[in-house]
């Protein structure tokens, strides 16, 4: 048998033993929730007890998310983790809102960077604040600014078509509103 059948022959061996040995590997016990005792998770939750849970999808009126970005009225779109508003100017404008409670300021910063926008220092209404720009998307701004209450507010202004003027206008003034609760 030459060197090269014996190689092969050891790692296919070896191969085997390991898919045996993972495949007879067992737990005994049933799987908890760390602090939770068996028994007690039953998947209900009684969503009763989130009376506010959109609250901070009407941070600002409608109608002043329409103004801010040039339309009259802001037509709701979805509301859960992010809120979205399509607004209707000229062309077809979407808005987007965030509030992530224990968000941090320099991480969604970084992440803007690391997905390839630039990104630039700003204040709003004297809170720390930074714009993001896609440079292959001229059009779009987000703004992000630390919140009062803990966490990041961030707004995003998407039209569909290039517009004239700063990108970052509107969602500055968007900021600028909640920021001073001028709304």
Not at 6 to 13: C, V, Y
Request: with cysteine; glycine share 8%; proline share 5%.
């Amino acid at each position: 048998m030459t060197s090269t059948i014996r190689k092969a022959i050891t790692l296919a061996a070896f191969a085997l033993a390991v898919v045996l040995g993972v495949a007879s590997c067992t737990v005994d016990g049933t799987p908890v929730r760390q602090g939770r005792d068996v028994g007690t998770d039953t998947g209900h939750v009684d969503t009763d007890k989130f009376e506010k849970l959109l609250a901070e999808c009407e941070i600002l009126p409608a109608t002043q998310i329409a103004k801010a970005v040039g339309g009259s009225i802001a037509s709701p779109g979805f509301f859960g983790a992010n809120c979205r508003w399509v607004v209707t100017t000229p062309a077809v404008v979407d808005v987007t809102f965030n509030w992530f409670e224990w968000g941090d300021f320099n991480h969604e910063k970084d992440t803007a960077k690391r997905l390839g926008f630039t990104t630039d220092n700003i204040q709003v209404q004297s809170s720390a604040a930074f714009t993001a720009r896609d440079p292959k998307r001229p059009a779009v701004c987000g703004v992000t600014a630390k919140a009062p209450m803990g966490g990041i507010y961030t707004w995003w202004v998407e039209p569909s078509t290039a517009s004239a003027g700063d990108a970052c206008a509107a969602p500055i003034k968007l900021m600028e509103l909640i920021l001073t609760g001028s709304y």
